[in-house]
């Protein structure tokens, strides 16, 4: 793959065009009963849209590379996700208000529920965000400091919440305790470098999965662990709006995706906690921002929970909105995911996600719908991720020609 910001950025120019990114989490998936939940749904919309527009696949990384959420975003948006690689922790930090300083650690976690240091659930049942709150004002009561590292909890939605590390010689170059899966003990944090600081941080970091689990034994609440990951300190990157011209408007109702956006330099809108909330903000942002990032989180959810009927209602719902885009005219509109999430799987999948672009410079697909096997029909046919943002930026007349 090429940088695509290294060459974007001499050929961006500005207009008034107006582009969508529509990103519905983990929308990729695979066949149950001989459909997956995109085939199953019943999204007239989007397919109308797809059999006069141009549809194709798209790979987050490479083909055969499972993703996280943020290589995966990072691709999307034009950053190569192998050059540009960021610790989840700083994206949820971000997300959820963190205060983060340079030399400051951070990282994701998740409430869970183990059995004899074996973890049988990731997500503890994916725990009320108000019992989350419960938990992590009692923790932050009990633990502050471990051997002059200050800590401190954040909460987030549902299992989820933030570990912020203060203090001399710690750094990010230690592993994560998350298995990431069930069945498989709290992992060990161990140093990935020889330096004094990795090691320090890693024993730091063991005492507090200690501390943890010990804190949750005095209170009467389901999880009674914690796992973490993502490891990160505060990066530097180029700022999306500085390298592609544009006035970038993030709609995302869960931390980690507008932590991500901040760090990218968009501007981004907290106060949506639904999908017709977030719908709700691009009408009236509208006319203020001409790039516009909406991401629908529950699809992924319900793809990591093995649930295919609520999967395919998520789609669904998210398929009804498309008029309300619509009648606002974009000169662009993208409609995909950042990874596929296969309810038969129940995690992040290698698989390519399908992928629709519609403006009045596409070509026709001719597809029958908008869906894994018609994509794969498509003109567009399987591109890197990576390529997203030049092709939105080339249809919105946004480039200039390369070479003379």
């Known amino acids: 793959m090429y940088d695509s910001i290294s060459i974007l950025k001499d050929l961006v120019k500005k207009n008034d065009k107006k582009i969508v990114l529509l990103v519905m989490d983990g929308l990729g998936g695979l066949p149950y009963k001989g459909k997956t939940a995109l085939e199953v749904a019943r999204t007239e919309n989007l397919d109308r849209l797809a059999s006069k527009n141009e549809c194709g696949?798209?790979?987050?990384?490479?083909?055969?590379i499972t993703p996280g959420s943020g290589p995966a975003h990072l691709?999307?948006?034009?950053?190569?996700?192998?050059?540009?690689?960021?610790?989840?922790?700083?994206?949820?930090?971000?997300?959820?208000?963190?205060?983060?300083?340079?030399?400051?650690?951070?990282?994701?976690g998740n409430f869970c529920i183990i059995e004899k240091g074996v973890v049988k659930d990731r997500r503890a049942g994916r725990i009320d965000t108000e019992v989350n709150k419960r938990i992590v004002k009692h923790l932050n009561k009990e633990i502050s400091t471990i051997?002059?590292?200050?800590?401190?909890?954040?909460?987030?939605?549902?299992?989820?919440?933030?570990?912020?590390?203060?203090?001399?010689?710690?750094?990010?170059?230690?592993?994560?305790?998350?298995?990431?899966?069930?069945?498989?003990?709290?992992?060990?944090?161990?140093?990935?470098?020889?330096?004094?600081?990795?090691?320090?941080?890693a024993?730091?970091?063991?005492?507090?999965?200690?501390?943890?689990?010990?804190?949750?034994?005095?209170?009467?609440?389901?999880?009674?662990?914690?796992?973490?990951?993502?490891?990160?300190?505060?990066?530097?990157?180029?700022?999306?709006?500085?390298?592609?011209?544009?006035?970038?408007k993030s709609i995302a109702d869960y931390p980690m995706y507008r932590g991500l956006t901040q760090l990218i330099?968009?501007?981004?809108?907290?106060t949506p906690t639904c999908v017709e909330e977030e719908f709700s903000v691009l009408k009236k942002s509208y006319k203020d921002y001409d790039y516009f990032y909406i991401h629908i989180k529950k699809v992924d959810s319900y793809g990591e929970d093995g649930n295919f009927d609520e999967k395919v209602k998520r789609i669904e719902e998210t398929d009804r909105y498309i008029?309300?885009?619509?009648?606002?005219?974009?000169?662009?509109?993208?409609?995909?995911?950042?990874?596929?999430?296969?309810?038969?799987?129940?995690?992040?999948?290698?698989?390519?996600?399908?992928?629709?672009?519609?403006?009045?410079?596409?070509?026709?697909s001719g597809v029958s719908g908008f869906g894994e096997s018609e994509c794969a029909k498509g003109n567009l046919g399987r591109i890197p991720s990576l390529y997203l943002t030049s092709l939105l930026l080339a249809h919105a007349e946004r480039l200039d020609k390369f070479g003379a």
């Open 147 to 201: 051997e002059g590292v200050e800590i401190s909890f954040t909460s987030g939605k549902e299992h989820r919440f933030v570990v912020r590390l203060r203090g001399k010689d710690i750094c990010d170059e230690v592993t994560d305790t998350d298995p990431q899966k069930v069945g498989e003990k709290i992992l060990k944090s161990i140093p990935t470098s020889d330096k004094k600081s990795a090691e320090r941080t």
């Open 323 to 364: 008029p309300e885009i619509m009648k606002l005219a974009p000169d662009v509109l993208a409609v995909t995911g950042d990874h596929s999430t296969p309810a038969t799987y129940k995690s992040h999948s290698w698989h390519p996600v399908p992928l629709l672009i519609v403006s009045k410079w596409t070509r026709i």
């Open 265 to 270: 330099g968009m501007d981004v809108d907290r």
């Open 203 to 248: 024993d730091t970091i063991n005492k507090l999965t200690d501390l943890i689990i010990e804190a949750l034994r005095s209170i009467d609440e389901k999880p009674n662990a914690a796992v973490l990951r993502g490891i990160s300190g505060y990066p530097d990157l180029p700022q999306f709006p500085e390298i592609y011209k544009v006035k970038a």
């Open 57 to 64: 696949l798209i790979d987050p990384v490479f083909p055969g």
């Open 75 to 108: 691709a999307l948006f034009g950053y190569d996700p192998v050059k540009y690689q960021i610790g989840r922790g700083i994206l949820e930090a971000l997300g959820v208000d963190v205060e983060v300083k340079k030399g400051d650690l951070t990282a994701r």
